[in-house]
């Protein structure tokens, strides 16, 4: 019924659809976020919430054949043309050169799931679903607006015990990053190497110093470097 229901808004308007799907992941990861703190289980809840919704929408996007639609297949460039991920590769590794903590407990496993869950989730509703409705409107537009509420939606880790000064800085590096993989899925298609950099993104987050003012310099060269390359990425695509 729940499929159903989808299939049909989704035919109606792809950006209700969209929006929908997106206030269904925001409203669910803080939920069960309070949840499991009620219940002295922190981390289970949003890991089995993420899971369960990203096998949800997979096997609704693969049932409704929309693979195509949302770029969820194989690259089909040369390999030797990868190398424009090299910035966001950068990126995502800065904990690991910069600013490396101690490896995480084995108490963090489910941590790390949910935050995979998270990044196939996000590529998948921002890059996917929300970019795709809104590119009627002109590439441009898509890649600013999905990449501007990327970043506002953020925000929620607010809720989640992270500090403002740490969720500013997750603001400011999601704005820059989403640009970029905006405009690489709209370049690329595809949209499973966003889907790589997010997952390696948010998993190797677990090996960067707690103190947020530990990565002010090594984010500051980050998104200098991701600003380049988006302003590099925007300036060669169509209005």
Not at 102 to 117: F, M, Q
Request: aromatic residues 12%.
């Amino acid at each position: 019924m729940i499929s159903r229901f989808m299939t049909r808004l989704y035919r109606k308007s792809e950006l209700s659809f969209a929006c929908l799907c997106l206030a269904v992941y925001v409203a669910g990861s803080g939920l069960s976020g309070a949840l499991g703190g009620l219940a002295g289980l922190p981390r289970l809840f949003p890991a089995l919430f993420r899971l369960a919704l990203a096998v949800f929408l997979l096997a609704w996007v693969r049932r409704g054949g929309f693979c195509e639609k949302f770029g969820l297949f194989w690259p089909r460039y040369r390999l030797s043309r990868a190398c424009f991920f090299l910035p966001l590769g950068l990126a995502a590794c800065f904990p690991l050169f910069f600013c490396p903590a101690l490896p995480p407990s084995a108490g963090a496993a489910l941590t790390a799931v949910s935050l995979a869950c998270a990044g196939f989730l996000e590529e998948l509703l921002f890059r996917g679903f929300l970019f795709r409705a809104l590119e009627r409107g002109g590439p441009r537009r898509a890649v600013m607006v999905s990449s501007l509420i990327f970043a506002l939606a953020h925000l929620i880790n607010l809720f989640s015990g992270c500090s403002p000064a740490e969720t500013a800085l997750q603001v400011v590096f999601a704005a820059g990053v989403g640009i970029a993989l905006a405009v690489l899925v709209y370049k690329g298609a595809s949209l499973l190497p966003c889907v790589a950099f997010h997952v390696l993104n948010n998993v190797l987050s677990l090996f960067a110093a707690p103190d947020p003012r530990v990565l002010l310099l090594p984010l500051a060269v980050c998104l200098l470097v991701l600003a380049v390359y988006s302003f590099w990425l925007l300036k060669r695509l169509k209005a």
